[in-house]
């Protein structure tokens, strides 16, 4: 599976939404793109899945592109309490090549 | 539906020593796989067992191995213990089958070889 290419790091406030962009230049015709949240000394989890066009749960949404190159979580009105890293991953069949991620930190 | 769990939380070894670390799956998966993350990284892939096998493997040396039993639990046994060892291990249960098939994350054992 192939490693992604993400922002190392952003900056939000407060009450701000948050668009993360990821590149998946190697993503299979089989790959899922799926995003998760960890916080330090704790396992990843699982924000939201997709495969292409848009995706929106509880959360967060996630918009891909037609050609599956890149993906974009958006995460709405954030608090300091959604500062993680956050990773993006090429996965199929419950296998993932995991980057270095995206820490977000959000100041008040 | 229970989640992934993991245990002991924490462990200390020393260079040289074995260890074994162990996994519960979530409720209905029967797929697991195990993850290295050292501080500051992402979670590098070490091996995935399906139906008491290995179904893949990442680049970790043999004294990395595995065991899933019956019930879909898991263990990772690391021989030979070495100070580069020291990391967040984790273990993710997923359902085999379905290519969207999520992981789902455990809490994780933090290792420290002296």
């Known amino acids: 599976l192939a490693k992604t290419t993400q922002p190392i790091s952003m900056d939000s406030y407060e009450g701000q939404e948050v668009n993360i962009t990821c590149s998946h230049n190697?993503?299979?015709?089989?790959?899922?793109i799926t995003w998760y949240q960890q916080f330090p000394s704790q396992g990843p989890r699982f924000i939201i899945q997709?495969?292409?066009t848009k995706v929106t749960n509880e959360v967060a949404s996630l918009f891909i592109p037609a050609d599956r190159k890149s993906s974009t979580l958006s995460l709405p009105r954030v608090s300091l309490s959604d500062t993680a890293v956050y990773y993006c991953?090429?996965?199929?069949?419950?296998?993932?090549?995991f980057g270095d991620g995206t820490t977000l930190t959000v100041k008040p | 539906e229970t989640g992934v769990t993991q245990s002991p939380t924490h462990l200390i070894k020393t260079r040289g020593q074995q260890v074994t670390l162990r996994c519960s799956s979530q409720?209905?998966?029967?797929?697991v796989s195990w993850y290295q993350q050292a501080l500051g990284q992402g979670p590098q892939f070490i091996f995935q067992?399906?139906?008491?096998?290995?179904?893949g493997r990442g680049n970790f040396p043999p004294r990395f191995s595995g065991l899933q039993f019956p019930n879909y639990s898991s263990e990772l046994n690391v021989n030979a213990l070495e100070l580069d060892d020291s990391a967040l291990y984790l273990c993710?249960?997923?359902?085999?089958?379905?290519?969207?098939?999520?992981?789902?994350f455990g809490p994780g054992t933090r290792l420290t070889v002296l």
């Open positions: 993710a249960s997923s359902l085999a089958g379905v290519l969207s098939d999520t992981q789902y």
């Open positions: 190697n993503i299979a015709t089989n790959d899922y």
């Open positions: 997709g495969y292409k």
């Open positions: 991953l090429d996965t199929n069949a419950g296998k993932s090549t």
């Open positions: 409720s209905g998966h029967n797929t």
């Open positions: 067992y399906y139906r008491e096998e290995e179904n």
